[in-house]
């Protein structure tokens, strides 16, 4: 475990595009081919949703965007067609998911503050704990966790998939890399020259200066919870669903209702979809920095 | 930073002072509490319960199980659905993580080169990552539907007729690995990539100089460069590889039984975990447990071994 990777400076840059040359036709070709096949199937769920169920059965296929999309969603919002509240659904992931991305971002940039600027015995032999604890797939944990839930009383309540996750390893790893490399140790001592307790330097230092990657953090935590099927699938199940589950449980009907599950489906990714238009280069800047630790 | 200990001031200290201190020596113990109390919690403790509930024979809430030793694990290493299980689980792993990581260093080729509009071909790549398991399962679903999807389509224009992919098992496993290279190869190119960025130019210089091109460049300096890299996406795919779920759960087309297909053709092992546990009526959480802990040695084995593969060709590379 070393670093993560630091910025490249433009006089790097410079020098790596010189050593690889401008990039080839062939680059290019390859490239916008493989963005083709990345857009497509998202671009058919638009297809079929904007269908009725008379045109995803046509032969051959209809490629292109129809008129039926008002009505599709009108039959997936209204309760009585469907078998899911998908209402519902979508206030739930919304709730489930910010609670956790705010809760994971505080939490690790607390944790990841101590472990960067503060000395206490056993720092260096937790802080591995951490990164060790990332190798154990705690989903095999599910079934004890189910009773531990079902002691609770927190089966089908979202209490169930928001506590599980409000820290994660990853958050405190990515936070200490980037406290440790960016925030001066003088900012710290002259906080603490001022009178300051380390609560309020982490609230008066560090908060403000992890910014940018708290930005990061937390759309990739937002992702990745609103994302999040098995477990929501086996605590909360359809009475309560989020979006996920929502979405699969469309599928689950004896007649295969393509117009509407593909509906669903479109609807459950769209927001994800604004959110990488904008945000996209931070994205791609997160999973990067996080990759690279081995 | 002070250190709260070096030698006796002069000035008394205050009570502030003994605040200051109680705080420098404490309040970091406080900090990284919320991470471990939670892991312990919700990881640690199921994980371990784990173990205990899988040497009874408990059911949903029984509150009574009886200790039965080890006739849960006696019995899985007798159950013919749980070897099919591990079986099409390894498969599917197999054929969608060899070609996934092979395109994603591709990928990450094309990409590491001075390209123009950058951001937006990383974009490109990197989209389906966005795109969740459920969304991923269902699209894939109907475009390899027997009768009208377009996967079949496109076949027949090279003269293969209306393959019913659900029903064969390697023409499920098939299916299942592209829905699990497509959500995953641009994630791993991004991987690569940050990691090219990172070897130094001066030994491309060198091979330059020795008369390397860039396939030999690519093979002497990228991949050996790479090395630790690629350990740690083959590790990162076979953990997430030997839990697949989603993808054949909603390959079904009722998708309550998780019994991956009427022949449990692609019924991996944790599909298999949730049918003993959660589907259906059965609650069986003793046995359930106990697949979960096979799955967990599985998964430390095939980490073992993919990391002595490595070494072995690191060494024999050396």
């Known amino acids: ?294 | 930073m002070q250190s709260p200990v070096t030698g006796a001031p002069v000035r008394r200290i205050g009570i502030r002072g003994r605040l200051h201190q109680l705080d420098e020596r404490w309040s970091p113990y406080f900090y990284i509490s919320p991470f471990f109390l939670l892991f312990i919690v919700f990881g640690l403790f199921p994980l371990g319960y784990t173990a205990w509930v899988s040497l009874t024979d408990r059911t949903l809430l029984d509150h009574s199980p009886n200790f039965i030793g080890l006739d849960n694990y006696t019995a899985l290493l007798h159950d013919s659905y749980f070897w099919n299980a591990v079986e099409n689980t390894l498969g599917i792993w197999v054929i969608s993580t060899i070609p996934q990581l092979l395109i994603a260093l591709g990928l990450a080729t094309l990409l590491n080169t001075g390209l123009r509009a950058r951001t937006f071909f990383r974009m490109g790549v990197v989209l389906p990552q966005v795109t969740s398991l459920v969304a991923v399962a269902l699209i894939f679903t109907q475009l390899f539907s027997r009768d009208y999807g377009l996967v079949n389509y496109m076949l027949h224009f090279v003269g293969i007729h209306a393959i019913d992919w659900e029903a064969g098992r390697l023409s499920s496993w098939i299916a299942l690995s592209v829905m699990v290279t497509w959500r995953w190869a641009g994630y791993n190119a991004l991987i690569y990539l940050a990691a090219m960025q990172g070897i130094p130019d001066e030994l491309y210089e060198a091979a330059a100089i020795d008369g390397a091109g860039r396939w030999k460049q690519f093979i002497h300096v990228t991949v050996p460069q790479l090395r630790n890299t690629i350990i740690f996406t083959v590790i990162i795919s076979t953990i997430g590889g030997l839990q697949l779920f989603t993808e054949p759960y909603l390959f079904e087309p009722l998708k309550a039984g998780a019994t991956g297909g009427s022949d449990r053709q692609y019924q991996t092992v944790v599909m298999y975990l949730y049918e003993k546990a959660f589907a259906g009526t059965q609650f069986k959480f003793g046995y359930a447990s106990a697949i979960g802990w096979a799955l967990f040695l599985l998964i430390a084995l095939i980490s073992l071994v993919n990391l002595l593969i490595v070494r072995r060709i690191r060494t024999a590379e050396a």
């Not at chain 1, 032969?59 to 129809?66: A, D, E, I, M, S």
């Not at chain 1, 944990?141 to 927190?154: D, N």
């Not at chain 1, 098995?230 to 009475?239: A, D, E, K, N, S």
């Not at chain 1, 469309?250 to 479109?266: I, K, M, P, Q, R």
């Open chain 1, 1 to 294: 475990m070393s670093t993560v990777v630091q910025p490249v400076s433009p006089h790097r840059r410079r020098r790596i595009s010189r050593r690889l040359g401008a990039a080839g036709p062939l680059t290019y070709v390859g490239l916008a081919l493989v963005t083709i096949i990345s857009i497509f199937p998202l671009y058919w769920s638009l297809v079929v949703a904007s269908h009725d169920n008379s045109a995803v059965a046509a032969y051959p296929p209809v490629l292109t965007p129809g008129t039926e999309l008002w009505h599709n969603l009108t039959r997936l919002f209204d309760s009585g067609e469907v078998n899911v509240n998908f209402w519902t659904a979508l206030i739930n992931s919304a709730i489930v998911a910010s609670v956790v991305t705010l809760s994971v971002v505080f939490f690790s940039a607390l944790a990841g503050f101590a472990f960067a600027k503060l000395r206490f015995p056993g720092r260096n032999a937790l802080f591995l704990l951490v990164i060790g604890t990332m190798l154990v797939p705690v989903q095999l944990g599910v079934i004890p966790l189910y009773i531990e839930m079902v002691h609770l009383g927190w089966v089908n309540h979202l209490q169930a998939v928001i506590a599980p996750n409000l820290v994660t390893a990853f958050g405190v790893f990515l936070m200490r890399q980037y406290i440790a490399g960016s925030v001066p140790d003088e900012l710290i001592d002259a906080a603490h020259v001022d009178g300051c307790y380390t609560l309020g330097v982490f609230w008066h230092v560090i908060m403000p200066a992890v910014r940018p990657v708290a930005a990061v953090l937390g759309l990739l935590t937002f992702m990745t919870i609103w994302n999040d099927f098995f477990w929501p699938l086996i605590v909360l199940g359809p009475r309560n669903p989020t979006v996920q589950v929502a979405t699969s449980t469309l599928a689950s009907g004896y007649v295969e209702d393509y117009a509407l599950v593909l509906t669903g489906t479109f609807v459950s990714i769209l927001p994800l979809l604004i959110v990488f238009l904008f945000l996209g280069r931070q994205i791609i800047g997160g999973i990067m920095k996080g990759a690279v630790k081995g």
